[in-house]
Nanobody, 122 residues
Framework: VQLQASGGGLVQAGGSLRLSCAAS????????MGWFRQAPGKEREFVAA????????YYADSVKGRFTISRDNAKNVLYLQMNSLKPEDTAVYYC????????????????WGRGTQVTVSS
């Protein structure tokens, strides 16, 4: 599956953005999905994950209560709603797909999309 993230941009602290990740085909519905981010000079870090049917979600402590991951399997799209954004949320955000029955939210992703830049000004 091919993935393409979009929806990034420049926003003031306290603002909101919604990221989208479009998948290339209907096999999207068979994958667990996740969002990751990488800030300049830092390693890539896990942000949020969702199971293939959307029944379970999991978040990094740093975004819990502010970000919401969701998916629309009919449209082959993954979302990340980001509210109450902080300057430390500034990063390139990536979506990723994980195959297999067993769900591992923070690691083990097989496919990665190109990222989208999110910049939060103070």
């Amino acid at each position: 599956v091919q993935l393409q993230a979009s929806g990034g941009g420049l926003v003031q602290a306290g603002g909101s953005l919604r990221l989208s990740c479009a998948a290339s085909d209907r096999t999207f519905r068979n994958y667990h999905m996740g969002w990751f981010r990488q800030a300049p000079g830092k390693e890539r870090e896990f942000v949020a994950a969702i199971t293939w049917r959307g029944g379970s979600t999991y978040y990094a402590d740093s975004v819990k209560g502010r970000f919401t991951i969701s998916r629309d399997n009919a449209k082959n799209v993954l979302y990340l709603q980001m509210n109450s954004l902080k300057p430390e949320d500034t990063a390139v955000y990536y979506c990723a797909a994980q195959s297999g029955i067993r769900w591992s939210p923070e690691k083990g992703y097989n496919y990665w999309g190109r990222g989208t830049q999110v910049t939060v000004s103070s």
